[in-house]
Structures are given as structure tokens and as C-alpha cells.
């Protein structure tokens, strides 16, 4: 017996530091057999509990009476599938006569006590089909993306949503995108991670960084242009609207209009064209938005009105062209100046990481998701990374980026630095790739001679 009780000790306290240094080897192996026998076992008692029952037929009434049988009690909803995965369960529901999805929704958090998981999320798949998400373990703890990803083209991951699914983006679906978050909170994460997973795609990257390039600029052998002041900055955006009307010239030249043709080989925008002459995607990050809408003359003045009326332009009209913005800074409100609110009327995919103030999320969620407004302002600060992604359909899940250092980031973007195209309309920006002096250097060259 003794020899017994020391096995077994061992044993619980393995499963133990399992649990705590690699929990996802843990729900693998030990917790995802006990989870789904719990929510088996107490799947009718918890139903009923949370309100997601419907009383028996009429007929099953009449029949139990006329054959002298016990009543039948209430009917939860039928489970079509349990199916593990890496990070949790997914229970697909059907739902029975008078119940709504919302009415599951509503239940999630008294879901996530009652079978003892870690998280639950639901979300309606067909009419009167629930698919429950549940979560054995805090996913965005430790970040660790699935070995195996969608690698369609112009669909990056680049996070992980509380659920344990990937979160991509998808710049056919969402050609725009803004990014908000205070100082520290995991923007340039996030960013290191989405020029990292658009490096192997056939994608022209355009940088604008007026932090003077510190964060873009080390990613430079993957970049077809950037440009790291505002002055800069104006001559790339208005190449960019140019290199846009010559694609809409070269669409409308090859629309293929005539009785002939199918309405499905009518070319619309780029993605319509044959491969071999389809122009190359362009994705322009722009690293911090107000350095390019902040002004303190006249001049300056002049050159931001045009900068915003370039990007309002390539907003409104770059999708079709195959140009997609990635805007990204601090605060993006009305006090930016004129033209700021119609830009981000085009930004559709929205993300917030930590914000210092209910305001700025305001910004990003007010208009499109005003229950994200909380969840934003509510991320704590030790948790770098962590952000909420929203967009027009009124939904808004919690993710968060993998680390990635500068260093993995630059070593990405030189080992796919060949894939990067020659776009005739940007090659005057395109980045010099030589030997920086060092700081150490500059000073030397500075000091004055000594005797």
C-alpha cells in the first residue's frame, strides 16, 4: 500500500507541473478525457439549471398518458457533436422549437462554472444550430499557433482569439485595417507579426514610419518602399494613387465586356485579372498616423491636407486596385483634423490593444461594436499583446499576437527578401540596403581633433 500512495503522489503531482509549465500537453493527454466526461454526465442537470429547456410535446404528453407512463420532463437542446481539440471542447447544439441563440449566449459564463472549463463561447452556425466553444486552460497565456494554418493567399494569421481558433487577416474580406493601443501595450507585436506573415506572399510591402524608422526600417530587404518623414511620406502617397489609376486603366482595358463572355470572367478589380498580368497586392502600413496628421505651420498644414486626401483616396477606391491599408497608432479621433473620421469610416477591421481611456476606445469600437468599448478599457497592462479585434458585423473577440522579436522579424524578412517585386510606380522609394554607421561611429566622425 505504501508503495501504492507513492505512486500515486507522483503521479498527481506530474500531472501537476504538466499542468503548469506545458498545459497544453496536459488537456491533451489528462484533461480532455475528464472534461468530457463531465459535461456528458452533467450536460441535462446544467441545462435545465440555466434556463435552456423547453417543456415536452403535447403529443408526448398525450402518449405518456394514454399508455400509463411517467411524465417526460423538460427537453434540453440535442447534441449533434462533441469533438475535442488542442485547447478545448466544441459542442455543436441543435436547438429545440422556441429557443434562440442569444438565449445561449446569454448562458455562456454560467456554462463555463457549471462544467468546470476555463472559457465559453458560442456562436450560431446555421439556423437553430449552436456551436459552444469551450476552453480548458487560459490559451492566451503562452501563445502557441497550430502547426497547421490557412495559407491562402492575402489571409495572414497573426493572433490567437480566446477560443483557441486563429485569428487571420484577411485582406480580401477586410481590405482595411486600424490598430490602436497606448504605449507599451503590443502594437509593434502585432505589426512584427503581420509583415512576418505577409513576407512569403506574392505582396509588395510599403512602410510609412516617421519614428524615423526605427521599427520598419530593420525590415527593410522585404519592403518595396518606405519612407520615414512626412515629406516623404506625401511624394509615396500620391505615387501610390497613381500607380492606382494606372491599375484601373489596366482593368478597364482588359474587362472582357461582350455577349460572349460569362458574368463570372467579367474582371471587376485585380483579382479578376489573368495571373500573368495581374498587378502585383499592395499592403501600406502606416506606423504611427498622427506624425502625418500633426502640423505647426502653414506648410505643414498644406502637406497634411494632402497626405489625408491621399489616404482618404486609397481607401475608398484601393481595394479594387489590390492597395490595402493598415493604419495604426495611439488615438484616431476627431481631433486629428478634417478628413480623420471619413478615413476611418473605411478602416473595417478594428483592434484595440491596452487604451489609457474609455475615449480612444471609443475610436475604434463606438461605431461598429459598442459592447468591445468595456472589454478594451478593461485589459490589464502586465498583459502586453492582449487586444480586442472587432469589425462591421458587430462581433469582437479577444486575442493576442505570439512574440516575436525584432530579430526574428528581420531574420523572416531577409530570408523571403527575393520575393519582394519591383512596382515601376515606387521604385524611387525603394530602400537603400547598406551598411548603417554605428552610434559609436557618428561620434567619432563629430568629435572635434585633439593636438
Known amino acids: 500500500m505504501t508503495w501504492f500512495m507513492v505512486a500515486v503522489v507522483v503521479v498527481a503531482a506530474a500531472a501537476g507541473l504538466l499542468r503548469w509549465r506545458r498545459p497544453a500537453w496536459y488537456w491533451l493527454s489528462i484533461g480532455v478525457t475528464f472534461a468530457t466526461v463531465r459535461v456528458m454526465v452533467r450536460y441535462a442537470s446544467v ?31 440535442r447534441i449533434l457533436r462533441l469533438s475535442p481539440t488542442r485547447t478545448g ?16 449566449a446569454a448562458t455562456t459564463d454560467r456554462l463555463r462554472h457549471s462544467f468546470g472549463l476555463y472559457g465559453v463561447t458560442s456562436r450560431e452556425i446555421r439556423s437553430g444550430v449552436v456551436e459552444v466553444r469551450m ?3 487560459d490559451v492566451l497565456k503562452r501563445v502557441q499557433m497550430p502547426a497547421r494554418l490557412d495559407t491562402r493567399p492575402m489571409r495572414i494569421p497573426v493572433a490567437l482569439r480566446e477560443d483557441g481558433s486563429v485569428h487571420y487577416r484577411d485582406y480580401r474580406a477586410v481590405p482595411h485595417g486600424l490598430t490602436l493601443g497606448a504605449t507599451e501595450s503590443g502594437k509593434s ?36 518602399a518606405l519612407a520615414d518623414n512626412p515629406d516623404i511620406a506625401l511624394e509615396l502617397l500620391e505615387a501610390l494613387v497613381t500607380h492606382m489609376e494606372e491599375v484601373y486603366q489596366l482593368i478597364r482595358a482588359e474587362q472582357r465586356i ?13 483579382w479578376d485579372l489573368p495571373e500573368d498580368i495581374r498587378p502585383v497586392p499592395v499592403v501600406v502600413l502606416v506606423d504611427e498616423v498622427a506624425e502625418l496628421a500633426l502640423y505647426a505651420t ?11 486626401t491621399a ?39 478594428r483592434t484595440a490593444h491596452r487604451v489609457n481611456d474609455e475615449t480612444s476606445a471609443n475610436m475604434a469600437f463606438g461605431d461598429i461594436a459598442p459592447d468591445a468599448v468595456l472589454a478594451a ?38 530570408k523571403h527578401a527575393h520575393r519582394t517585386p519591383d512596382v515601376p510606380a515606387l521604385a524611387a522609394f525603394r530602400p537603400a540596403i547598406e551598411a548603417v554607421p554605428s552610434a559609436r561611429d557618428r561620434l567619432s566622425k563629430t568629435a572635434p581633433a585633439t593636438a
Open 47 to 77: 441545462m435545465d439549471a440555466c434556463g435552456l429547456t423547453v417543456p415536452p410535446a403535447r403529443w408526448r404528453l398525450t402518449l405518456a398518458r394514454m399508455a400509463g407512463r411517467e411524465v417526460p420532463g423538460p427537453r434540453p437542446p
Open 89 to 104: 471542447l466544441v459542442l455543436r447544439l441543435k436547438l429545440r422549437p422556441g429557443q434562440d441563440a442569444f438565449d445561449v
Open 135 to 137: 476552453t480548458g486552460y
Open 189 to 224: 507585436v502585432y505589426q512584427r507579426n503581420l509583415v512576418a506573415g505577409l513576407a512569403p506572399h506574392h505582396v509588395a510591402l510599403v512602410g510609412i514610419d516617421c519614428k524615423q524608422g526605427v521599427e520598419l526600417f530593420p525590415l527593410a530587404r522585404r519592403f518595396s
Open 258 to 270: 461582350s455577349v460572349a463572355v460569362p458574368d463570372a470572367k467579367i474582371a471587376a478589380d485585380v
Open 298 to 308: 502653414k506648410d505643414e498644414e498644406k502637406r497634411r491636407d494632402r497626405i489625408i
Open 311 to 349: 489616404l482618404v483616396r486609397l481607401a475608398q477606391l484601393g481595394r479594387a486596385a489590390g492597395i490595402y491599408l493598415e493604419i495604426c497608432g495611439q488615438r484616431f479621433g476627431s481631433e486629428l483634423g478634417k478628413g480623420i473620421t471619413m478615413l476611418r469610416a473605411q478602416l473595417t477591421g
Open 377 to 414: 478599457v478593461q485589459i490589464p497592462a502586465e498583459t502586453r499583446g492582449l487586444a480586442i479585434a472587432g469589425d462591421s458585423t458587430g462581433g469582437w473577440h479577444r486575442i493576442r499576437a505570439p512574440h516575436i522579436s525584432l530579430r526574428e522579424a528581420v531574420n523572416i524578412c531577409n
